[in-house]
């Protein structure tokens, strides 16, 4: 039997939190289907196994109601008259990709590509990375959605292989061919969480212009790409976008951990752990850190109490679940929690939330 000790306080706080926020620390969210993706198949052939999962029926009515909702009419005509032309803006294999599915699916390549790219604007989010007090670094995240009715249906958890070994990890939406949530094993952990600084159309006109990157495609090319926790978050500051973001990145080495402010052209700000000077964890929802979180969407304060009261001695995965179940930080948008930690890749969780 254990002995209650240093840690059998800050437990209880955080029980007592959870309480408060009416969600039960033993309940058990299922996981969403985990599924292989073949990097060595053509790309568009690569999801084509996958999509034998679904409905696809239901597929293309969650593409149409994304489309008709986010999509303003006069963008959807002027990219399909012009998709050939974004074609060659776009990266592949990603271009190809998309066009594989949407030839099962019956849609044109303009309205998966615009899919794809409205994807990238509605994210609101919840990250955390922090350290024990052992070294170990731990990277959650909630992601959170409107369109929940069926993106909960639609979620899977992907292994990327190549050449016979997973090369990275990563959840996405059956049918969105970037990542918000991902893990490259024994290399570093990515989260994504929206900056909301523009107007989802001008992303549209600054990928078609500019070529740059969509936000979730940045982070599987990092995963695919970096070989360390230092060249990714290189990538991830400077790499061009589409729109403003938050890239949480996690390490598997003490210190390694930080939050990166973008904006489009480049880094806004670098926050990095700091456990020597007490900043063990960092936090980041949608706001910029340095400011204050605003009163209608305050995420930042109950996830910073929930650590506080939970302490860096007592942290671990399971641990750092439940810090992501104490509303708001949970919410009736939440589509699901991920918990990662790069340097035990095996321990990679995601659950499905707010399942009725």
């Not at 437990?11 to 985990?34: D, H, N, T, Y």
């Not at 050939?84 to 019956?106: A, F, H, K, W």
């Not at 439940?322 to 321990?347: C, F, G, H, R």
């Amino acid at each position: 039997m254990q002995v209650a000790g240093s840690g059998a306080r800050p437990a209880l706080v955080l029980m007592l939190l959870l309480a408060r926020a009416g969600v039960s620390a033993a309940a058990a969210p299922p996981a969403p289907p985990l599924f292989n993706v073949s990097l060595d198949a053509a790309p568009e052939l690569r999801w084509l196994p996958v999509l034998q999962h679904f409905d696809l029926d239901f597929m293309r009515a969650a593409m149409a109601q994304v489309l008709g909702d986010t999509v303003p009419k006069w963008v959807h005509a002027v990219m399909r008259k012009a998709v050939g032309e974004l074609e060659g803006s776009l990266p592949q294999p990603y271009t190809d990709e998309i066009r594989g599915m949407c030839d099962v699916l019956n849609f044109s390549l303009a309205d998966c590509i615009l899919i794809n790219l409205a994807y990238d604007f509605t994210a609101f989010c919840t990250s955390i990375v922090a350290q024990d007090s052992r070294g170990h670094i731990y990277h959650g995240r909630n992601l959170d959605y409107p369109f929940g009715n069926f993106l909960r249906k639609l979620t899977v958890d992907v292994q990327f292989v190549k050449n016979g070994q997973i090369a990275f990890t990563g959840t996405t939406f059956i049918g969105y061919v970037g990542l918000w949530t991902g893990q490259s094993p024994h290399k570093f952990t990515v989260s994504g969480d929206e900056r909301d600084k523009g107007w989802w159309w001008e992303n549209v006109v600054a990928a078609f212009f500019q070529r740059h990157s969509p936000i979730s495609w940045l982070i599987r090319t990092t995963l695919s790409e970096s070989e360390t926790f230092e060249a990714a978050v290189y990538k991830l500051a400077n790499t061009p976008l589409i729109a403003d973001v938050y890239y949480i990145v996690g390490g598997t080495s003490p210190k390694e951990g930080v939050v990166i402010t973008r904006n489009r052209s480049g880094p806004a700000d670098i926050w990095p752990l700091d456990p020597l000077n007490g900043a063990w964890f960092r936090v980041e929802t949608n706001y910029d850190h340095w400011k204050p979180a605003p009163e209608k969407d305050d995420r930042r304060t109950p996830a910073v109490k929930a650590l506080n009261a939970t302490g860096q001695a007592n942290l671990s995965l399971e641990v750092l679940f439940q810090v992501l179940s104490v509303s708001p930080v949970y919410n009736n948008y939440t589509i699901y929690t991920t918990v990662m930690s790069a340097a035990d890749p095996e321990k990679y969780t995601t659950r499905i939330r707010n399942l009725d």
